[in-house]
């Protein structure tokens, strides 16, 4: 039997890259179309990654929609799966396999490995060799064996689940994942990791299953993508593997530079907190009987933000939620004078959701804007109003004003409590996003709200808007390519720097290229073990391929009517927290209930650094976590950003005691510092210098219940060095503007900071054995102070008239 192999040289060289030659190949892909499957090896350590991985497909027959019984859908239809065997693949052009199935169709799958040929790439070509079009509606890139040397019983798995599914480290040889799939083999002596899952989206959601040895990825949608006899469907949809990346932490972080390039997402940051008006009145959370959740109410929120002056420390948004759940709502209309026309009777309750003076989306935001805030508003992009249904039928799947979803052949009540319960609204098909004259509507939509100023949208229910039973105008379309559309046309609209955020939304991560956030959690006002470990497991991906929102956070009281009350200690562990695992901070309760010490804990974590930096659950892959178990000692409660080599931010929560060893291999729990220097430690909420420690000991922390703990840790130098500062929590990330460096010829120490006007500023300084002489600012004043019980520290504090960057010189 003749093998095809096809190293990394071969491979680039067919697709035009550089090479120097064989010597430098990390990985070899051997093409076996004998055996119906391929094969992926480690060159250096001259191991298997995958053994035997075959591929396949499902098809569906193709259905008209007039050849729909009104009872049924079109996705009731018997689908077909096969799967290579041998005899039954061949080579295709650059090293392609192609799977044929006899009178139904050839799968051919791309190979690529990048010029650093450090992972590998698939991608998927599908020709309809049938004389009747057909449904492709999955295929299978990989189904076989992954890294069979490695013990099992040292696995650890980590799914890469969107919206609420769960993210949770495993001990376990078995798990299924959207997106994206984690397998760590946890051998101190030889650990290895393996990262499958979707590059990029175009037709397709993407699946990882681990059962034991086996590795099986796959795209699917429930519609599938038509492909017509004789036609070849080219797919932009690709995976990923990697199976070099030994370090858990790092091989994830690179799947998500690699996606991000991949897919072109350049994230916009929430530097700034939101603040939410349904929140502020909703009964069962805020219950605050001044809010109004209106367009004059969120006016007048805005007001407070700024009498409160907090706009000198970051910009505020300020969220309007419109949302009726009556048979006829805002929904689908999205235009004033429905805002205009509707309100809510239950719960957060307000007669009109637009009144006069700001009866219209332009003045309420233009106000906003001219406060110092940014508006945001809400859209429900899958809930019908049966007016709109009425009035636009061909704007419906199935162009009919309402196609009933039946269970078991019967009408069914909505399942949301509002809608179904209180108002008797039966479950229907919604929007169809691939409508030419629905798309147009939306397309107007989106520019009227940009015309008028909104910088904001939050699309929530988001998974009425899959269409997981087709019935698109577009008949090529896939339930996933028209979901994606959704945000794609709001985009395109909107422009880059408008904020959209996808709540929760079907699991997928198909819309990351158009989002800015994704909620990870229901409706809450708390900081509690689940919601957090479910948005911390997503580190790799949060600020770099979204920014992850926990929902609604309290300052002041948490719970149903806000009836448990919050410490300061607990106060600022939310804020830690939200700063430390998410890219957003959402709050639930009016700034005129904040007083001077709530609003500067909220000001120490504002802006949120705009940058990829995100905090590694340092101690997940030290657990020994069951599958069913979900105690809170199996969680993590050790965070690191790492900033550089000789810098960490390091956040400590959930526990009373913490041993964190400094030095060793960060899979197990460690910071990775290097053993033989020694660290400055300073403890941001306390304000105390911790102590200096050897990189080779194990920092031992004791903390009070409910307290996060965030301390900056910085190698000591051979002169004066900043080790702290008092305006922000990450203590000079996002404050010093230009980093403090020593000038060892005129002994000096400068750095550049944004400073607060009219609230003292400091940087505190480890002098490391030399002598201070003074300070300078430049038009600041600068004072600089030794602690008299700490000799070894210095204080600079520099205070201006106003806002302004300053930059400073420390003497010595």
């Given at each position: 039997?003749?093998?095809k192999?096809?190293t990394?040289?071969?491979l680039?060289?067919l697709?035009g890259g550089l090479?120097?030659?064989?010597?430098?190949?990390?990985?070899?892909l051997r093409?076996?179309?004998?055996?119906?499957?391929?094969?992926?090896?480690?060159?250096k350590?001259?191991?298997?990654?995958l053994?035997?991985?075959?591929?396949?497909?499902?098809?569906a027959?193709?259905?008209?929609l007039?050849?729909?019984a009104p009872d049924?859908t079109e996705i009731?239809?018997?689908t077909?799966?096969y799967?290579?065997s041998?005899?039954?693949?061949?080579?295709?052009?650059?090293?392609?396999l192609?799977f044929r199935?006899?009178?139904?169709g050839?799968l051919e799958?791309?190979?690529t490995?990048p010029?650093?040929a450090?992972?590998?790439?698939?991608?998927?070509?599908?020709?309809?060799?049938?004389d009747k079009p057909?449904r492709l509606r999955?295929?299978?890139?990989?189904?076989?064996?992954?890294l069979?040397k490695?013990?099992?019983?040292s696995l650890?798995?980590?799914?890469?689940?969107?919206?609420?599914?769960t993210t949770?480290?495993?001990?376990?040889?078995?798990?299924?994942?959207?997106?994206n799939?984690?397998?760590?083999f946890?051998d101190?002596?030889?650990?290895?990791?393996?990262v499958?899952?979707?590059?990029?989206?175009a037709d397709f959601r993407k699946y990882?299953a681990?059962?034991n040895?086996r590795?099986?990825l796959s795209a699917?949608?429930p519609?599938g993508?038509?492909v017509?006899p004789?036609?070849?469907?080219?797919?932009a949809?690709r995976?990923y593997?990697?199976?070099?990346t030994?370090n858990?932490?790092?091989a994830l972080?690179?799947?998500?530079?690699?996606?991000?390039?991949?897919?072109?997402?350049k994230?916009?940051?929430?530097?700034?907190?939101s603040?939410c008006?349904?929140?502020?009145a909703?009964?069962?959370f805020?219950?605050?009987?001044?809010?109004?959740?209106?367009?004059?109410?969120a006016?007048?929120e805005?007001?407070r933000?700024?009498?409160?002056?907090f706009l000198k420390?970051s910009?505020?948004?300020?969220?309007l939620v419109p949302?009726?759940y009556?048979?006829n709502?805002?929904?689908?209309?999205w235009?004033?004078?429905?805002?205009?026309?509707?309100?809510?009777?239950?719960r957060c309750?307000?007669?009109?959701h637009y009144?006069?003076?700001?009866?219209?989306?332009e003045?309420?935001a233009?106000?906003?804007?001219e406060?110092?805030?940014?508006p945001?508003?809400?859209?429900?992009?899958?809930?019908?109003?049966?007016?709109?249904?009425?009035?636009?039928p061909?704007?419906?799947l199935?162009n009919?004003s309402q196609?009933?979803?039946?269970r078991?052949?019967q009408?069914?009540?909505?399942?949301?409590?509002?809608m179904?319960?209180?108002?008797?609204?039966l479950?229907?098909?919604?929007?169809?996003y691939?409508?030419?004259?629905?798309?147009?509507?939306?397309r107007?939509?989106?520019?009227?709200?940009?015309?008028?100023?909104v910088?904001?949208?939050?699309y929530?229910?988001p998974?009425?808007?899959?269409?997981?039973?087709?019935g698109q105008?577009?008949r090529?379309?896939?339930a996933?390519?028209?979901?994606?559309?959704l945000?794609?046309?709001?985009?395109?609209?909107l422009?880059?720097?408008?904020?959209?955020q996808?709540?929760?939304g079907?699991?997928s991560d198909?819309?990351?290229?158009?989002?800015?956030s994704?909620?990870?959690a229901?409706d809450n006002n708390?900081?509690?073990?689940d919601?957090?470990?479910?948005?911390?497991?997503?580190?790799y991906?949060?600020r770099?391929?979204?920014?992850?929102?926990?929902?609604?956070?309290?300052?002041?009281a948490?719970?149903?009517?806000?009836?448990?009350?919050?410490s300061?200690?607990?106060r600022?562990a939310?804020?830690?927290?939200?700063?430390?695992?998410?890219?957003?901070?959402?709050?639930?309760?009016s700034f005129r209930?904040f007083d001077?010490?709530?609003?500067?804990?909220?000001?120490?974590v504002?802006?949120f650094h705009?940058?990829p930096?995100?905090?590694?659950p340092?101690?997940a892959?030290?657990?020994?976590?069951e599958?069913?178990d979900?105690?809170?000692g199996?969680?993590?409660g050790v965070y690191?950003?790492?900033?550089?080599?000789?810098?960490?931010q390091?956040?400590l929560?959930?526990?009373?005691?913490f041993?964190?060893p400094?030095?060793?291999?960060?899979?197990?729990?460690?910071?990775?510092?290097?053993?033989?220097?020694?660290?400055?430690l300073?403890?941001?909420?306390?304000?105390?210098?911790v102590?200096k420690?050897?990189?080779?000991?194990?920092?031992?922390?004791?903390?009070?219940?409910g307290?996060a703990?965030?301390?900056s840790?910085?190698?000591?130098?051979?002169?004066?060095?900043?080790?702290?500062?008092?305006r922000?929590?990450?203590?000079g990330?996002?404050?010093?503007i230009?980093?403090?460096?020593?000038d060892?010829?005129?002994?000096?120490?400068?750095g550049?900071?944004?400073?607060?006007?009219?609230?003292?500023?400091?940087?505190?300084i480890?002098?490391n054995?030399?002598?201070?002489?003074g300070?300078d600012?430049k038009?600041?004043k600068?004072?600089?102070?030794?602690r008299?019980?700490q000799?070894e520290?210095?204080d600079?504090?520099?205070?201006?008239?106003?806002?302004?960057?300053?930059?400073?010189t420390v003497?010595?």
């Open positions: 039997m003749k093998l192999v096809i990394a040289s071969l680039l060289a697709h090479w120097a030659g064989d010597a430098g190949a990390k990985l070899e093409l076996q179309p004998e055996q119906g499957a391929y094969a992926l090896d480690d060159v350590r001259g191991e298997a990654i053994q035997g991985a075959k591929i396949g497909f499902e098809v027959p193709y259905v008209e007039a050849e729909v049924k009731e239809t018997e077909k799966e799967a290579s041998p005899g039954t693949c061949r080579l295709g052009d650059a090293g392609r192609i199935e006899e009178g139904v050839e799958i791309r190979f490995l010029p650093e450090a992972h590998l790439e698939m991608g998927f070509s599908f020709r309809n060799i049938g057909v999955k295929v299978t890139v990989t189904d076989g064996t992954f069979p490695p013990d099992r019983a650890r798995l980590l799914a890469g689940n969107s919206g609420a599914g949770k480290v495993v001990r376990s040889s078995k798990l299924n994942s959207e997106n799939l984690l397998c760590f946890a101190r002596a030889a650990p290895r990791s393996l499958a899952g979707a590059l990029t989206y990882v681990i059962d040895k590795l099986t699917r949608d519609v993508r038509r017509d004789g036609s070849r469907y080219e797919s949809d995976f593997l990697d199976g070099l030994d858990p932490f790092e972080e690179r799947y998500a530079r690699v996606t991000a390039a991949a897919r072109g997402i994230l916009h940051y929430y530097t700034m907190p603040v008006m349904w929140f502020l909703v009964k069962h805020g219950g605050d009987t001044v809010a109004e959740n209106s367009s004059v109410g006016v007048a805005m007001q933000i700024a009498d409160s002056g420390y910009p505020v948004a300020v969220r949302d009726n009556e048979v709502n805002e929904q689908g209309w235009d004033d004078k429905h805002w205009q026309m509707h309100g809510r009777k239950e309750i307000v007669d009109h009144k006069a003076p700001y009866e219209t989306t003045k309420w233009r106000k906003v804007r406060l110092g805030g940014i945001i508003t809400y859209f429900q992009p899958g809930i019908r109003s049966e007016d709109y249904a009425k009035v636009f061909g704007h419906m199935y009919q196609k009933l979803i039946l078991n052949g009408s069914v009540l909505d399942p949301h409590a509002i179904g319960k209180i108002y008797g609204k479950r229907a098909e919604s929007y169809d691939t409508d030419p004259d629905f798309l147009a509507h939306w107007e939509v989106n520019r009227n709200l940009k015309r008028d100023g910088q904001g949208v939050f929530d229910y998974e009425y808007a899959f269409a997981a039973r087709g105008e577009d090529y379309a896939t996933t390519a028209a979901y994606r559309t945000y794609r046309v709001a985009r395109e609209e422009g880059k720097e408008v904020y959209l996808e709540r929760i079907p699991g198909a819309t990351l290229e158009f989002v800015n994704v909620r990870t229901g708390v900081l509690n073990p919601i957090l470990e479910l948005t911390a497991m997503r580190w991906k949060n770099r391929l979204t920014n992850y929102d926990m929902d609604g956070k309290a300052l002041l948490t719970g149903s009517g806000n009836t448990k009350r919050l300061p200690l607990q600022r939310v804020l830690t927290m939200s700063y430390a695992v998410t890219g957003r901070l959402l709050l639930t309760e209930l001077k010490e709530v609003l500067h804990d909220l000001s120490r504002f802006p705009a940058t930096l995100s905090a590694r340092l101690d892959f030290a657990l020994t976590t599958p069913s979900s105690a809170a199996s969680r993590p690191d950003f790492g900033i550089s080599e000789d810098w960490h390091l956040v929560y959930g526990k009373k005691e041993l964190v400094l030095s060793g291999d960060t899979a197990f729990g460690t910071l990775g510092l290097k053993p033989g220097r020694e660290y400055h300073y403890d941001f909420w306390n304000d105390a210098y102590g420690f050897r990189g080779d000991c194990t920092l031992q922390q004791e903390l009070a219940p307290e703990r965030m301390l840790i910085h190698a000591v130098q051979n002169h004066p060095q900043w080790i702290s500062t008092d922000h929590l990450m203590q990330y996002v404050d010093l230009k980093k403090p460096t020593w060892a010829a005129r002994r000096t120490l400068s550049t900071s944004a400073v607060v006007g009219h609230e003292p500023y400091r940087v505190t480890a002098l054995g030399a002598s201070p002489a300070a600012a038009d600041a600068a004072t600089l102070t030794v008299k019980q000799p520290l210095a600079l504090v520099i205070e201006a008239e106003k806002n302004k960057t300053v930059l400073w003497r010595f």
